[in-house]
């Protein structure tokens, strides 16, 4: 079976641009994760939705962030203007309905200059 | 507090050798435990979940200690293979996941 899938695996952008970041979560799973990895944080989420519906973004750093799910197989994390602070491995991760292990996609190296 | 706390190590041990660390967690109303694996570069993968009377998998084994808020992984005849980060992941709120720094573990020939 397909794990999650996320593209792109690296993206160089230039401060100021818009950055999308695409995922598409493991059949038949009910939740999504979009996590950032940073040396200095380690792993933050950022927001999860449940059934395509957004349940907690408490984890958006600030409104340049926003997630889209519009359906059960896609969703993406944009950012708008990006700037070189948001710099790090964005992860997606998708889990089934009553159980808590999730599971990663590989994971999208953004790199902001 | 962090909610989930690791040693970072390094751990480094020889072939064959056992290793073992823990880690704690903050909030005693935590129903779910995981150990995940990350290579470097690479995304977390779970290796196991942690249940109540400590379980096993090959040469893996976890313990939970409800009372002191504690998480163990022994790893016995160490491999080259298992030179990884260990993640403690506690689920404190239903299917958010608390993620812990992590501890390195190198193993050498």
């Known amino acids: 079976d397909a794990g999650v899938i996320q593209s792109p695996r690296h993206e160089v952008t230039e401060m100021g641009q818009e950055v999308t970041l695409r995922c598409k979560p493991i059949?038949?799973?009910?939740?999504l994760f979009w996590y950032r990895q940073t040396m200095m944080r380690g792993l933050e989420l950022l927001i999860y939705f449940n059934n395509n519906v957004p349940i907690d973004d408490s984890g958006m750093p600030e409104d340049r962030f926003s997630a889209k799910m519009p359906n059960a197989s896609f969703s993406t994390l944009k950012i708008q203007p990006s700037e070189p602070r948001d710099s790090a491995v964005y992860f997606c991760a998708s889990s089934f309905r009553d159980r808590y292990e999730q599971y990663f996609g590989p994971g999208t190296r953004l790199t902001v200059t | 507090r962090k909610e989930v706390e690791q040693d970072p190590g390094p751990f480094n041990v020889p072939e064959g050798a056992t290793v073992a660390f823990n880690c704690t967690y903050s909030n005693s109303a935590s129903q779910s435990f995981f150990w995940y694996r990350q290579d470097c570069r690479k995304e977390p993968k779970l290796l196991m979940s942690v249940y109540s009377s400590g379980n096993e998998d090959g040469r893996f084994t976890a313990q939970l200690n409800r009372a002191s808020q504690y998480i163990s992984l022994l790893i016995r005849d160490s491999k080259l293979s298992d030179s990884a980060t260990y993640l403690c992941v506690v689920s404190p709120w239903g299917y958010k996941l608390s993620f812990g720094a992590g501890t390195t573990v190198t193993v050498r020939a």
């Open positions: 059949s038949g799973h009910d939740y």
